[in-house]
């Protein structure tokens, strides 16, 4: 076992005082060149790592921690999010951070630049964020980093961004499912469908849309349509059920997020469970149609995880000068009526 060497150990070892070492390990100076140049040969050599717990609770400081994330009373998908944050919160509690949590309508852009004009008047010291819009997710990132904040954001990733990053390789996850639907169907038109009010702003979606085509695309001789169906909120049910009457031939419905349930419902009603249906998250109605047959494949993005993970490399990066990764992708789980069972219970 290594050996922990205490303030006077490397102080006698040196043969300097033990405000000398400690003027060294914490940058204090007023210390000769040579001295200094002799305590830190000397600490690299025993290999010595300070207490950064026992530092730090003594600094008594507080942090100031903002996030920008998605109402979950508006899409319960990210109703999971804030138990990946408390266990966080809970890992440190020895640290006084404060979180200030800035919800906004996951369908409604003025929303999200209205909350983040609020967690910057928190004068947070760093920020947690889901950058669901692309266009203003990408402006109000730029402000972050001209204001020297660090953003670790999860889920989403915007491209060319200086933020950090939590979550799957989006187009890969389209890939899945595509091999997934491979599997199940052996010819016949699918369709791709996205239920959102701003698919043209909705980065997460059209990555999963390329991977799934560039899987069928890499395949030789396959001739049957790939379909797109861009829906909103509003208008899901009708504009599905005149889309499935517009396309008889269908045998396969990839749904780009966690809104497979509206797809399922329907195909249940209308009496087409022979069109298979391969979608995302682990939201109680897709579990529910997936353990009755009419979802075939869910993919598990597991926002819990990701918030989970985005706010203690957040933490760890203020108390203890962690780098925050740049990015941390996440298994891409495939999730079937015989194996959901664990994954509801983490």
């Known amino acids: 076992m290594m050996k922990k060497y205490t303030i006077k150990d490397i102080a006698e070892l040196a043969g300097v005082s033990k405000g000398t070492i400690d003027r060294v390990i914490h940058n204090r100076g007023n210390v000769a060149k040579d001295v200094e140049d002799k305590v830190k040969q000397l600490l690299s050599d025993i290999d010595y790592q300070p207490n950064l717990i026992a530092r730090n609770l003594k600094n008594n400081r507080i942090y100031q921690i903002g996030a920008l994330l998605p109402d979950p009373k508006k899409d319960a998908y990210w109703e999971v999010c804030s138990d990946g944050i408390q266990q966080a919160l809970s890992e440190f509690s020895a640290f006084d951070i404060r979180m200030n949590t800035f919800l906004f309508d996951p369908t409604d852009t003025k929303s999200f630049v209205a909350q983040h004009k609020k967690l910057l008047d928190s004068a947070p010291d760093i920020i947690l964020m889901v950058p669901l819009f692309y266009k203003e997710a990408k402006t109000v990132l730029e402000q972050y980093k001209s204001l020297n904040i660090e953003v670790c954001t999860f889920n989403n990733q915007i491209d060319a961004s200086s933020a950090s990053f939590i979550g799957q390789d989006l187009y890969q996850s389209g890939r899945v499912a595509a091999k997934l639907m491979h599997s199940i169907i052996d010819n016949g038109d699918m369709a791709i469908i996205h239920i959102d009010e701003k698919y043209k702003n909705a980065v997460h979606m059209q990555e999963k849309e390329k991977g799934f085509k560039s899987y ?98 957040l933490i760890e990066h203020l108390v203890f000068e962690k780098e925050i990764p740049g990015k941390h992708l996440l298994p891409i789980d495939i999730i079937n009526s015989e194996n959901v069972k664990p994954f509801l219970r983490a």
Do not use: M, W
């Open 216 to 313: 069928f695309e890499d395949l030789n001789g396959f001739k049957d349509a790939i379909l797109k169906c861009k829906i909103r909120y509003t208008e899901t049910e009708d504009k599905l059920r005149d889309f499935l009457k517009d396309h008889p031939n269908l045998t396969g419905i990839f749904v780009t997020n966690s809104k497979a349930f509206h797809v399922a419902r329907l195909l249940e009603s209308e009496n087409k469970n022979h069109i298979k249906l391969v979608g995302y998250d682990l939201l109680a109605e897709n579990v529910n149609y997936l353990k009755d047959g009419v979802i075939d494949f869910l993919i598990h993005q597991n926002p819990r995880q990701q918030a989970y993970l985005g706010l203690k490399f």
